[in-house]
RNA sequence: GUGAGUGUAGCUCAGCUGGCAGAGCGUCAGGUUGUGGUCCUGGUGGCCGAGGGUUCAAGCCCCUUCACUCACCCCA
């Protein structure tokens, strides 16, 4: 058995890479007509950048990340999502003092160990996206309705919006008093194992914890949303009304709480039910706070990320790989042929057309066969009687129609007269 | 980390109560001079995931291990 490629990443191949491609040039040019720029990040971060801006006690940090030292003894992580590193890119280029507002995007591989299943890999790749300096509700809004709109370009329809506040540094804490309050009253036997050491460390996630009797016990849990303090209540309300002004369909979800200890006020998933068990394609939310927890001033900000390869697995329930084809296969069937065909080729192709030729010196026959499979929509054959006559045919191969062809500016007539030439 | 299912040709899969390793597709060649797709013929292709055990005999039974898939968990 040879070498196979390590546990939960793979290789995306043609023709499936087109649809990548296809894909992330479609979010480019979104994320671009919304006013964002591109950044490309370091995969590496020093580990310390996610234990402080994740938070210690989330699934995450705890267990998921790829953490290692290298040879000079620092700790270092392979990123297992993007936000903190921009975060980081963001205050050690000073960017707030060139204008604090900023609309950064990035596009790329992150990495989490976690046992893989459809839709869940440990190299992933999400589209990411984060604007600095808003705080403006309408930034929010704005935010998922270029998502919204994204996934309706697809074509995907059947995906739902799911939002929630989770309050902010005033209002937070009276709904963690309520929240411990209520979860004070169960013994250890009425919640799952992992509950039991949540209820301490982080008493948010056991509200969206799947075990029935952890489900029974939250069932009249006090909501977040009765909590918010007045400026919460506002900007989520804000949110609300600018998204369903804008004709867009949301779920609230007061239990969508997300695995990320930084997120403030907004928060928002998107979901399918077309994808078995890990149904969020993407997901994102505020996070006012982490900027200044990491070092910097006080700014807030707002991000998204997209799970590109649910997105892809998605999209191709719907849409076939484009069939691969050439614009134009020659077959030279002599020495002397193959030399005019190897320079036509490379004409050709320097001015935009897909051409291949044959190498080898195989028959006519199966030279055929083998345009055929590569698709081409049209076959050059030259030989020692073409050649005699400076000449060389030319074969559609949709219409069966051949023509015999000046090999005298023979470059400039299949531009003009057979290829629609770009530009 | 836990559970279930699956590992046989490049791909999709048969293979009976243990008895010579199979099909379809693909690939290559041919079907009389230099013309494709359909059709016909032939060739190629395998450490039956790996290691051990039981047996006269193991793809099949037992043990171990690895991988894949799905689910739990978590998230994108």
Not at 20 to 41: M, P, V
Not at 237 to 255: C, H, M, R, S
Request: proline share 4%; net charge neutral; hydrophobic share 40%.
């Amino acid at each position: 058995m040879s070498i196979q490629c390590i546990r939960g990443v793979k290789d995306i191949l043609p023709p499936e890479i087109e649809i990548w491609q296809t894909i992330e040039h479609k979010a480019k040019s979104l994320l671009e007509q919304f006013g964002f720029k591109e950044i490309r990040l370091p995969l590496l971060e020093r580990t310390e950048l996610f234990h402080r801006s994740i938070g210690e006690e989330t699934d995450i940090v705890s267990k998921e990340m790829y953490t290692f030292e290298d040879r000079g003894g620092e700790k270092i992580t392979l990123r297992p999502e993007a936000t903190a590193s921009v975060v980081r890119a963001y205050l050690q280029h000073n960017l707030y003092t060139l204008d604090p507002i900023q609309k950064l995007y990035t596009i790329g591989p992150m990495f989490r160990r976690e046992r893989p299943q459809k839709g869940r890999y440990r190299q992933f790749y999400q589209i990411n996206a984060e604007v600095f300096g808003i705080d403006s509700p309408l930034i929010d809004a704005q935010i998922i309705f270029m998502l919204m709109y994204f996934f309706k370009n697809l074509s995907l329809t059947n995906v739902q919006l799911h939002i929630n506040s989770l309050g902010c540094r005033e209002c937070r804490p009276q709904f963690y008093h309520a929240l411990n309050t209520y979860l004070s009253q169960f013994n250890a036997d009425d919640l799952c194992e992992h509950c039991n050491r949540r209820r301490t460390t982080n008493p948010l996630r056991v509200l969206d914890c799947k075990v029935e009797k952890c489900r029974q016990a939250m069932k009249d849990v006090p909501s977040i949303l009765e909590f918010l303090c007045p400026d919460c209540v506002s900007h989520f309300q804000l949110v609300q009304t600018t998204l369903a002004n804008q004709g867009i369909d949301f779920t609230i979800n007061n239990q969508l709480v997300r695995g990320l200890d930084y997120y403030t006020r907004t928060t928002f998933e998107i979901q399918t039910s077309h994808l078995g068990a890990q149904n969020a394609i993407a997901g994102g939310g505020r996070y006012d706070g982490l900027i200044q927890l990491l070092g910097g001033p006080d700014i807030p900000a707002i991000g998204f990320a997209i799970g590109v390869d649910r997105l892809i697995e998605l999209y191709m329930q719907h849409h076939e790989s484009p069939k691969p084809y050439v614009d134009m296969f020659i077959i030279a069937l002599d020495a002397p042929s193959k030399k005019m065909a190897y320079t036509l080729c490379c004409d050709l192709c320097i001015k935009g057309i897909q051409v291949e030729m044959d190498y080898s010196a195989r028959s006519l026959k199966s030279l055929m066969k083998r345009a055929d499979k590569l698709n081409a929509h049209f076959v050059m054959i030259m030989g020692e009687q073409e050649l005699a006559n400076n000449s060389v045919i030319l074969r559609n191969m949709n219409t069966k129609e051949q023509f015999v062809l000046s090999t005298n500016g023979i470059v400039d007539h299949l531009l003009t007269q057979f290829f629609i030439t770009p530009h």
